[in-house]
C-alpha cells in the first residue's frame, strides 16, 4: 500500500492550498480515510475524515475553512483548505481509518 500527499507549499495567512493524496495497493472505495496533521514539537492531530459513503467530520478549529472528498474513480484524497492561519502550518498526512499505515506527508506552511 502507498499513499503519497501532494499540493502543499507555502502560503500567507488567509491564502489556500489543495492538498491531494494518491492511494494505491488497497480497494480505496471501501475504506473511511482521513487527514491528520503533525506541527514541529507536538503530536500528530486528526483533521477531518470521510466515509465510503461520503459522510465527513472535522477538528472544531477547521470546520468551515477545509473540505475533505474523495474521489474514488482515482483513488485520491483531497483537502481543500481555504483561510489558512499560522496555527495550521504542520506536516499533513493522509490515511486509511482504522488501518496503522502512514505515507509520507506534504508540508504546509503558513506564514503571518
Known amino acids: 500500500v502507498q499513499l503519497q500527499a501532494s499540493g502543499g507549499g507555502l502560503v500567507q495567512t488567509g491564502g489556500s492550498l489543495r492538498l491531494s493524496c494518491a492511494a494505491s495497493?488497497?480497494?480505496?472505495?471501501?475504506?473511511?480515510f482521513g487527514w491528520y496533521r503533525q506541527a514541529p514539537g507536538k503530536q500528530r492531530d486528526f483533521v477531518a475524515a470521510?466515509?465510503?459513503?461520503?459522510?465527513?467530520n472535522y477538528r472544531d478549529s477547521v470546520k468551515g475553512r477545509f473540505t475533505i472528498s474523495r474521489d474514488n474513480a482515482k483513488s485520491t484524497l483531497y483537502l481543500q483548505m481555504n483561510s489558512l492561519q499560522p496555527e495550521d502550518t504542520a506536516v499533513y498526512y493522509c490515511?486509511?481509518?482504522?488501518?496503522?499505515?502512514w505515507g509520507q506527508g506534504t508540508q504546509v506552511t503558513v506564514s503571518s
Open positions: 490515511k486509511p481509518e482504522g488501518v496503522d499505515l
Open positions: 470521510i466515509s465510503s459513503g461520503g459522510n465527513t
Open positions: 495497493g488497497i480497494t480505496f472505495s471501501t475504506h473511511a
